[in-house]
């Protein structure tokens, strides 16, 4: 797994803290008299919310590209770990919100013909990884025609 | 492929009486009735108002009706459509799957039929031709199985002959119906009378609140054993009668690349189920139907024309000596035998009863906020100990010729037969539980499955669902291919 560590973690960070300033304003808003206890309470959830889980989060997600499929491995507490075959891939996208495009990350998305697993999102890679991978995929899609 | 297929037919312009009388109850009734119920319109000018809407809904589906123009073309249908944005859509019949025929129960009481155009896209209606004469409806499926037959394309050429698969008679359909109880009904019928509680000549709440007073020292066991019987007798009736609807001179045919199936009382629909497109098969059967030998088939197709789940009926309800046939007929599957299957891991038992503390625990509360009574229900405990100790037995796996079957269920048992090249990625997940007592659960995703309907192994071994979700993914990805392709 190459490392784009601290893209990735900026990124869950401020998505994280987004969630943490909308927790604020809510809370601070419904429960005027205990205002300093709630947010006691509630402390050690944010504070795993915004400096445990990302990085958690981060080393729990990982791929690895073989020859004719692509891992996914991600999850903290329920760990889930897709292979998917890449003749079974129907098209690929690299796509890069507002916020990806900040840190310069993009994600690699691939969709496959499944219900489940329809879209298989491999998030947090560099513009040059994605594009390569995906040169691969479809280099290896082109090659098997049926 | 030219463009310039002259769309010179029409649907039929029974059509728009048809349409048109389907369409009365929700705007010619409803709307003025809507109207009425607002402002105070007498019941004369309502009538107006109807017979306004009724002008103006026929002219509408008149208009439809000569914009609507289809033509059939050398290699192709073409079907023009819409009154002020025109619409030319062209269907190379290569790309035609089948042309199903439906007929709903007024269409058929003028002899016309629906023409679906089946195409390998998911829009439903996308060649929908309603409706033109049954004799045309067969014209065009002729026309397009014949210019399969002519030009081999990618498609299974023209069938020979229908060779009948599986069929139903009436005493078929009752029993099966016997064993659709439905309580769906009796909850539409709650949820009716709650909708339209103010236009009831009585106050619903009020009613049930006397019926309380009144014969609340009158709940006997008697009167709530009657009571029970009554709604099973109601549920079982209903049960039969939607299953007659649906599976009345029910015949599933097989011919060539493609199964045909008919059936249904009031809408006589056909279907066609294209063996290319066919992604896995799905063997039902129940408790009691097991003990009595029966079982029911359906098939997981890609696109378009699924009933539910993207499941289709083959068999809704047979021997296992007449599915055996139709899965074989079905790209040479076959049933697992229990037997020969491996159990999930022992453990299984123990994960499912990890959810005990958390049911007793609300239990507790709920008697200690509500009613003590609730506690009663601590008495079914040893029951689902023993469901959770069964429930394992009949949840079992194999893969062999690159077929993988998974059976699960203990009140409704159902065996996926899924061919593994169908398989469109593998996902083995671990809960924080599953990782504490070495199990994982594998999904297996295929084309066409509906989110409650995946293939799911749970509670492997980790090894063996390593391995088994490897060997799967080796297949699919066409790793292992070479030895029979």
């Not at chain 2, 103006?56 to 059939?72: D, H, K, P, Q």
């Not at chain 2, 139907?289 to 098939?299: E, V, Y």
């Not at chain 2, 995946?454 to 090894?463: A, N, P, Q, S």
Request: hydrophobic residues 50%.
């Amino acid at each position: 797994m190459r490392t784009h560590a601290l893209l990735a973690a900026l990124l869950l960070i401020l998505a994280a803290s987004t969630a943490q300033a909308i927790l604020l304003r809510t809370f601070g808003d419904q429960l005027a008299v205990p205002r300093g206890l709630v947010m006691l309470a509630l402390l050690p959830l944010l504070f795993y919310l915004v400096f445990i889980s990302p990085g958690r989060r981060y080393r729990a997600w990982g791929y690895n590209m073989a020859d004719s499929e692509l891992q996914l491995r991600r999850g903290v507490w329920t760990q889930v770990h897709t292979t998917v075959p890449l003749d079974r891939v129907q098209h690929i996208d690299i796509s890069q919100g507002p916020l990806e495009r900040m840190f310069e990350v993009c994600r690699l998305v691939l969709h496959t013909a499944g219900t489940m697993h329809s879209l298989v999102v491999l998030p947090g890679l560099d513009r040059n990884t994605a594009e390569r991978m995906r040169d691969e995929i479809r280099a290896r899609i082109g090659r098997e025609p049926e | 492929v030219n463009g310039d297929t002259a769309a010179d037919r029409r649907i039929h312009p029974a059509t728009i009486a048809l349409r048109f009388v389907k369409e009365v109850p929700s705007t010619v009734l409803a709307l003025p009735a809507g109207l009425a119920f607002i402002s105070d319109l007498g019941i004369g000018r309502a009538l107006l108002v109807a017979a306004v809407m009724a002008i103006v809904m026929l002219t509408l589906n008149w208009l439809a009706w000569s914009r609507f123009r289809y033509g059939v073309g050398e290699r192709e249908i073409v079907i023009e459509s819409g009154v002020l944005s025109r619409t030319r859509r062209s269907i190379p019949f290569d790309r035609i799957q089948d042309v199903d025929i439906e007929q709903p129960l007024l269409a058929r009481l003028v002899g016309l039929a629906k023409v679906r155009i089946e195409t390998g896209g998911a829009g439903r209606d996308e060649g929908l031709l309603d409706s033109v004469t049954l004799a045309e409806a067969n014209r065009l499926r002729a026309v397009v199985r014949a210019s399969h037959g002519a030009a081999p394309s990618a498609l299974a050429p023209a069938p020979a002959a229908a060779r009948p698969l599986f069929e139903m008679d009436l005493q078929r359909v009752l029993l099966f119906g016997l064993f659709n109880f439905s309580l769906a009904f009796i909850a539409g019928i709650f949820a009716a009378l709650q909708t339209f509680d103010d236009w009831l000549p009585f106050d619903l709440y009020d009613w049930l609140a006397a019926f309380d007073r009144s014969y609340a020292d009158r709940f006997t066991p008697a009167a709530v054993l009657a009571l029970l019987l009554l709604a099973a007798l109601l549920g079982l009736a209903a049960g039969m009668l939607r299953t007659l609807s649906r599976d009345y001179g029910f015949r599933l045919t097989a011919e060539g690349g493609r199964f045909r199936r008919e059936r249904g009382l009031f809408t006589r629909s056909e279907v066609v189920i294209s063996k290319k497109r066919l992604q896995l098969a799905l063997v039902e059967t129940g408790l009691v139907r097991r003990r009595l030998g029966w079982f029911g088939l359906s098939f997981q197709t890609l696109g378009s024309g699924a009933d539910a789940g993207g499941l289709q009926s083959a068999a809704p309800f047979g021997r296992k000596a007449e599915v055996a046939p139709i899965l074989e007929e079905a790209n040479g599957l076959r049933m697992a035998e229990a037997g020969e299957m491996i159990p999930v891991s022992s453990r299984h038992v123990l994960r499912i009863l990890a959810a005990l503390p958390v049911l007793l625990l609300t239990l507790v509360v709920a008697a200690a906020l509500w009613k003590p009574w609730v506690l009663l229900i601590l008495l079914a405990l040893p029951l689902f100990v023993a469901f959770a100790a069964r429930a394992r037995r009949f949840h079992r796996y194999r893969l062999e010729d690159r077929i993988l079957f998974v059976a699960r269920g203990l009140w409704r048992q159902r065996l996926w037969i899924v061919p593994i090249a169908n398989v469109q990625a593998v996902s083995l997940s671990r809960s924080p539980l599953q990782r504490c007592l070495g199990l994982a659960t594998l999904a297996f995703d295929t084309a066409g499955a509906s989110l409650l309907n995946t293939v799911r192994i749970v509670d492997l071994r980790i090894g063996p669902a390593r391995e088994l979700a490897d060997e799967v993914a080796a297949y699919s990805s066409g790793r292992k291919s070479g030895t029979d392709r």
